[in-house]
């Protein structure tokens, strides 16, 4: 049975830190990214990690400050956000494809969770 559940949101003061986390259970040999979406706007791309884990691609808007990783034993997927602004608030995304990870609607994806950091 494949799963893909994304977990780990909460409120968090700016500068603080959260570990997202995707339980993506029967997507071994799926590349997994994480995508958010603020209110009012459009999903953007966060992060994506190949299916091995060794390969990691970041947005700009987070590169330096979050990391993807992935635990092949526990099928689950981790994203570290560190030194979180304002700006980051939004609905967390993890989802699963094949090749990469372009946010097509036609991919694999869980239900978000929410992160909500305070100025």
């Known amino acids: 049975e494949v799963q893909l559940q994304a977990s780990g949101g909460g409120l968090v003061q700016a500068g603080g830190s959260l570990r997202l986390s995707c339980a993506a259970s029967?997507?071994?040999?799926?590349?997994i990214g994480w995508f958010r979406q603020a209110p009012g706007k459009e999903r953007e791309g966060v992060s994506c990690?190949?299916?091995?884990?060794?390969?990691?691609f970041y947005s700009d808007l987070v590169k330096g400050r979050f990391t993807t990783s992935r635990d092949k034993i526990k099928n689950t997927v981790y994203l570290q956000m560190n030194t979180l602004k304002p700006e980051d608030t939004a609905i967390y995304y993890c989802?699963?494809?094949?090749?990469?990870?372009?946010?097509?609607?036609?991919?694999?994806w869980g239900q978000g969770t929410q992160v909500t950091v305070s100025s």
């Open positions: 989802s699963a494809a094949l090749y990469y990870c372009s946010g097509s609607p036609d991919d694999y």
């Open positions: 029967g997507f071994d040999d799926y590349v």
């Open positions: 990690i190949s299916s091995s884990g060794d390969i990691t």
